[in-house]
């Protein structure tokens, strides 16, 4: 899976940067921005590599728990069931 590029949330998902609330309402955009084309695409495909191999999410945001990656991996893990 070499340069797959993960999707990005647009502009309007807001950067949850200061407070849980604003950090929520991104996750909420983020999410719903993933279960539609084509980022359905690339989220179909990290969760089949993840059934066979390890997925690595690089971040660089020092608050990782409150990060893209962290909400990416949050949809590909809750699909899985695991």
Do not use: Q, W
Request: aromatic share 4%; hydrophobic share 35%.
């Amino acid at each position: 899976m070499n340069g797959l590029k993960t999707p990005h949330p647009a502009p309007t998902c807001g950067a949850g940067t200061d407070t849980t609330r604003s950090f929520a309402e991104f996750t909420r955009r983020y999410r719903a921005e993933l279960a539609l084309p084509p980022a359905t695409d690339v989220v179909s495909k990290l969760r089949e590599t993840s059934k066979v191999r390890s997925l690595v999410f690089l971040s660089a945001t020092r608050d990782v728990e409150r990060s893209r990656a962290t909400v990416l991996r949050g949809v590909i893990v809750s699909a899985n069931g695991s």
